[in-house]
């Protein structure tokens, strides 16, 4: 038996969860502790909400809430889905929690005590108009290392790359998207650098590339070899933890990308109080086996960051196993939240069976970075063909059968033929080769060959015709069904790490409740053994289902609905007009507050979501076309009397303009 910390990356509690995040995560990472589990490995699976960091800070505001509220209430509704969704966690915590805020400290305090953490003064950005400290998600500018405008100044989402403070270029400030000042601040800086060769032997080390995926590897060692930069772990007015030396400001609190791994260790912390166990044993012993689940997004943080946290204290074991997988597209589009081109988890858990959910994800899940697919049609050809059709069809007809002719009894075998004793061998063999996929996190081949599997039974089955030899050869017919539910138990076992409830209910029809992986390899059910009456466990997805849902993913995402013919007279009410901006000033997130002078002696207010594709700047003087007699709308405390017309495909927008100079107040027709 051997120790095993599993973690999968903690969600970040600023939204509800999605088909994307479980089918990169949280699904390939409960299938995995439930194979150990069932291999009688001591396991520990641990989760929990990741807390931190400007974007709640800012959402929590735009939703009234403080950010310990807003974390709270989306911790709970993620937890919610993933239950809903039979993730297996032993322990879901938060890292706001005093136990991460311990071991945090710990981090800082024992990596300071060995001189990897030093100080050093850098430009901070400050907006003397707001009168704060911009953290790295309050400032966008220029990436300069690939020059992608409008990012975040913490990171690339083009290059991926991260963005130290100060190095962002032409910065501007979310609130109000005014350019920020700097000012020159002493930060704690992490020393990255000096880890570069013991990062490469690490990652160098695993040979066969099982433990740590070769194309993973290969990306993060072209970083190594780039030149690792130290790491500025130092924010400002920020949301999180202070930082616990005697020489920071009061101000200063830590990097969430610091104490957000740290987390994994805190939740490992809490299930031990809990359960009276030393936390100690999974992380600072080398016989404890820690695996991460992640998706491609957070590759840098990973596998580069938190090992070097982790070889600077020189006590806490590192990861010996990785597994990434990729996206997660949506009918071949990228799955977007403000397309709404998306299918949230509560949504798909409250119309399908977990267990549906479960089959088709996990079937795109092969411990790969390349991207997978979605499809409404392909997921109700899955479900009816393979889990219907195949293996949900074929385990009925065996139970009926022994219902109906064997009194609900399993019949008792004798002298095997060659066709008998080679699905013992499939019996015996399988689980290994199922062990191996599942240990390798390629669930894609373990669903597969268990298909495959079930094929090969019908085949047996149908090839032994015993609903004929039941008379003709009374022996042939009882060898089929006594090996075809033993079968069934055996696959109970193989299913049960992807599909658990409805391996179990098999297992409940079958009365009899395996006790480990390996006895899916022994023909457990004997003779005279007494089963339950047979009930389907799945059933078919009506075609007319999939074709509403592609209809509803269509008008969700379509902004202005369904096209409706407008009377002429209708149009008319609309008062458009050409207006000038004559102000513009960032608010919360990505609405700007505009002043459009429409008529000489008429100034109109607007509050527009243009933040993500307009800098308040860049509005001044513009002419543009305006409704100006909509009902007036407060928003953030401002009344809007009116809408600017813009183009919108998918989340780029761009203003209607006129094509020639033309007189501010125009009328549209």
Known sequence: MSRMLITSALPYANGDLHIGHVS??????????????????????????????????????EAGRTPLEHVDYYRERQLNDLKALNISFDNYYKTHSEENREITEYFLLKLREKGYIYQKEVNEFYCEKDKTYLPDRMIKGTCPHCGAEDQYSDACEVCGRTIEPGEILKPYCILCGNPPVTKREKHFIFKLSVFSERLYQWLTSDKTGKNFPRDVVNYVLQWIKSGLQDWDITREDYWGFKLPYPDAKENQYVYVWFDAPIGYIASTINWCRKNKANWEDYWKREDSFITHFIGK??????????????????????????????????????????????????????????????FYLAFKAANTIKDNNFSWEEFQERINGDLVDNIGNFIHRILHFINNRYD????????FDEQDREFIQLIQTAPDELAT????CDLSKAIKRIIELFKFANSYFSAKEPWKTIKENPKQAKNALYLCANFLLSSSILLYPIIPQSAEKLQKLLKIKPENWDTAKELLLKPEHQIQKAEPLF?????????????????????????????????NKLDIRIGEIISAKQLQGDLIHIIVKTEPNRQVNIVGKLGGNYKPQELYGKKVTVITNLKPKKVQGILSEGMLLAA????????IVPDKDIETGSKVK
Not at 35 to 60: E, N, Q, Y
Not at 408 to 415: A, H, N, T, V, Y
Not at 544 to 554: F, S, V
């Open 24 to 61: 990169s995560t949280y699904i390939p990472a409960d299938v995995y502790a439930r194979f150990c589990r069932l291999k009688k490995h001591d396991v520990v699976f641990v989760c929990g909400s990741d807390d931190h960091g400007t974007p709640i800070s800012v959402a929590a505001r």
């Open 297 to 358: 997004d957070i590759i840098y943080h990973h596998f580069l960051f938190w090992p070097a946290m982790l070889m600077g204290t020189e006590e806490i074991t590192l990861p010996k196993k990785y597994v990434v997988n990729g996206y997660l597209t949506l009918e071949g589009l990228k799955m977007s939240k403000s397309r709404k081109w998306l299918i949230p988890l509560n949504y798909i858990l409250q119309k399908y069976p977990a267990d549906y959910v479960r």
């Open 408 to 415: 609900s009894k399993i019949p008792e075998p004798s002298d």
């Open 437 to 440: 996929y599942y240990e390798e």
């Open 539 to 571: 059933e078919k997805i009506p075609k007319e289902e999939i074709i509403k849902e592609i209809e509803t993913l269509k008008q969700q995402t379509e902004q202005a609905g369904k096209k409706v013919e407008v009377d002429i007279s209708e149009f």
């Open 648 to 655: 919108i495909d998918g989340e780029k927008i761009s203003l």
